[in-house]
């Protein structure tokens, strides 16, 4: 389960998972959430392709950040479930995570991503139904 | 996607993300894998709990244990989809997965896994479709 | 979406959709819901085995009861994902889901099930995430 | 599971579920497969909203359409997962399920749908992993 977020974390403030799994925020906004990761060496296999925890964590990460963006402040996310399908290996230690809301409500977001390669190769699909706590 | 495994790793030749990721091999046999997180701090969220990425990296490797497990040496396996259901918090660092196979065929294993807590409370439950492929 | 139901139905409130799947509750209590399908021959492939629909059909009926199960007069469920692996095929017209409720929150149910054929053979197994909209 | 289909069905030759669930095919070609499904009166709920089965029964049939005509004759498809997350109720009873293939290899198809209202509400959302049976 994700942790719980407050708000659309700011540099200064972003976890430390981001940092040991190589995420970065390239986009933030009610329309879509993107996540970079740069693929830590320890995280790609003996054979190359990047472990599917990692491509896991990116994605779980990129739809919580596009849940928070749709949220009141002080308003909480959390994942209930994630339905993940792996199309391609990524080969290449650079995974883009693109993640939007398709529906909200008081109490729950139904949400879609994917993840690509730089280089546009379709790495995964994914949709997820995430909790939403409301301060009020 | 998981990377692709010829035989259930030795200690010596885990790959790297095992201790990246703060994984043991507790038990891997034909009847189930069982692994072990001590989850590095720096995959728990400033609230506490593990971050869901870690949990799902957790399963997806156990269940990819699982699976080898009940292959011929130089046959491999790749994840095709992962479902993770988050039940419960893992407010504690160490998450173990148990995992194991529902029905193996020529071209495909059908699993199941559950996450705990050490003491015993349900972290998570999932249902993977894990690609095989046979050396011959 | 399954339709949200206020109680556990009575025989002589069952919806309609009961009969035309075949469909009868064998148990419902707070423990598990066990429905079973006599399989209409419309929903037989030409091939023989059952269509995957009417199995989906019957696990998130199943499921339904079994949240509803837990809940308080008036209160309502809805399906919010459901995930089927499909694992045997069932080659007999008689299918039987078993549903039970792993976790209850406000707002929200997590829930497995299995169907199987009436010799035992595991047909289907499913992890669903089930809204749940309290009256008061 | 879907039944292994041969090749994309004739009117002449579509199975009998087809008629009984009020499905009929808009469109199949190897970029998408379009089913219409006008539900029968007995599997809306007594609430009005069409049972979440019947949208299921019509994803995986579109997708089972969408794989095979991506097929060569006598190979054969069935479902070996389907995630589905339902975002809307269907008020009224017509829901029209378009699937398409995102990846194919010689043993599985990765795929995905959605189902919509006639106004075009988005009623539902999935992910599938389809088994690819070759005849040779």
Do not use: W
Not at 9 to 26: C, K
Not at 27 to 33: G, L, S
Not at 119 to 129: F, H, M, P, S
């Amino acid at each position: 389960m994700s942790p719980p977020a407050d708000s659309p974390p700011t540099i200064a403030e972003l976890p430390e998972f981001f940092e040991y799994l190589g995420m970065s925020i390239e986009r933030a906004t009610a329309e879509e959430a993107i996540v970079r990761m740069q693929v830590p060496k320890q995280l790609l296999s003996p054979h190359g392709p990047v472990h599917g925890g990692a491509i896991s964590a990116l994605i779980d990460t990129a739809i919580g950040i596009a849940v928070v963006c749709r949220l009141e402040p002080g308003d909480r996310t959390a994942t209930h479930e994630l339905n993940i399908n792996y199309i391609s290996f990524a080969a290449k230690p650079v995974v883009i995570a693109t993640a939007r809301v398709l529906r909200l409500s008081r109490t729950v977001a139904h949400t879609e991503a994917e993840a690509r390669s730089e280089d546009g190769t379709l790495v995964a699909k994914a949709l997820g139904t995430f909790g939403v706590f409301r301060r009020a």
